[in-house]
């Protein structure tokens, strides 16, 4: 492909015109928790979606993808809702939802019984938290008031208003987020997030610590899969990323098990046209005892 060719391919394949056909979780979840009338659903998502894009145009948002509950289905997920639910212990479950977007994650959580009390987001964007409540319209509702949201940069040194999650949290949920940064950037941000883990993950010894999903490369390295963006990101393959969790655990010292494994979803090749990007689940454990 050209460059032109590669331009214009990312613009139609990271704005869709219209809803994705797979988002009936979403619409549950709109008219359940957030108790919309169904035939109002439509004409919000699309105002919600245009107002996201307005503040940054990332592809999640303009494909829609963060109405996309897929990864309910994932055992990662799942252990997370069972030890978040869980009333042993001095607070066995607590979760992060770092690049948390909308908050999309946390009302799925409530909806599924977890108390809010537990649940933090953070994102860059203090405008996607704000356009969260009102996507979900619970501002003022007891779920919405016991949320704990921080926004900010998580590249920043300290001071930053990601200090007051130190220790806070024994689970962190970060879908789509590693793959925004270099080599670098990642190892940078996962120190930052090792220091939100608190003791109590210890509770727990083989419960999984940080999960999501993300873009992988069966071609690891920098790439540039924005075309004409000056910035590279680094896609992993499953040794690249053991290896960058290996560099965290030397520098914090601590020491951490990964796993990854590719998802059916074709949106790593669909979103680039390069069939070598992947879409992939990860799990991070920490290794206790070493
Ligand atoms: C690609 S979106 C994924 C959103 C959501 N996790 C999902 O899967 O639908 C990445 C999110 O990370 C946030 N983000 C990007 N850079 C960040 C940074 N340096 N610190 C904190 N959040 C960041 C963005 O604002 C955005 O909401």
Not at 15 to 18: K, L, S, V
Not at 98 to 110: A, S
């Given at each position: 492909m050209t460059d032109a060719e590669k331009v214009q391919f990312w613009k139609k394949h990271s704005?869709?015109?219209?809803l994705p056909e797979d988002i009936a979780p979403m619409r549950r979840l709109l008219t359940e928790y957030s108790h919309m009338p169904a035939d109002a659903v439509d004409a919000h998502l699309?105002?919600?979606?245009?107002?996201?894009?307005?503040?940054?145009?990332?592809?999640?948002?303009?494909?829609?993808s963060f109405l996309n509950l897929g990864m309910t289905k994932s055992v990662y997920y799942q252990e997370a809702v069972e030890r978040l639910k869980s009333k042993s212990g001095s607070g066995e479950g607590r979760l992060l939802d770092?690049?948390?977007?909308?908050?999309?994650?946390?009302?799925?959580?409530?909806y599924e019984g977890v108390d809010p009390s537990r649940l933090a987001g953070a994102d860059l964007h203090r405008e996607f938290i704000d356009l969260g409540y009102?996507?979900?319209?619970?501002?003022?509702?007891?779920a919405g008031k016991a949320f704990t949201f921080v926004a900010g940069d998580i590249l920043a040194d300290s001071p930053s208003p990601f200090d007051a999650l130190a220790g806070s949290v024994t689970m962190i949920h970060a879908a789509n987020f590693?793959?925004?940064?270099?080599?670098?950037?990642?190892?940078k941000a996962a120190k930052r997030i090792v220091g939100f883990l608190s003791d109590q993950n210890s509770g727990s010894p083989d419960g999984i610590s940080i999960f999501g999903a993300q873009l992988a490369h069966r071609s690891p390295g920098e790439h540039r899969i924005v075309p004409l963006s000056p910035r590279t990101r680094y896609l992993h393959d499953a040794t690249t990323f053991q290896k960058l969790w290996d560099e965290v655990g030397a520098?914090?010292?601590?020491?951490?098990?990964?796993?990854?494994?590719?998802?059916?979803s074709g949106i790593g090749a669909a979103l680039t046209g390069n069939p070598e990007v992947m879409y992939v689940l990860y799990g991070v454990w920490r290794v206790k005892d070493v």
């Open positions: 704005y869709f015109e219209t699309y105002a919600i979606r245009d107002k996201l894009w307005a503040v940054h145009k990332y592809p999640c948002i303009g494909r829609f770092l690049g948390c977007c909308v908050g999309q994650v946390l009302r799925q959580l409530v009102e996507m979900f319209g619970d501002t003022e509702t007891e590693f793959h925004l940064f270099s080599w670098d950037e990642q190892v520098v914090t010292g601590t020491q951490w098990r990964t796993a990854m494994s590719p998802l059916k």
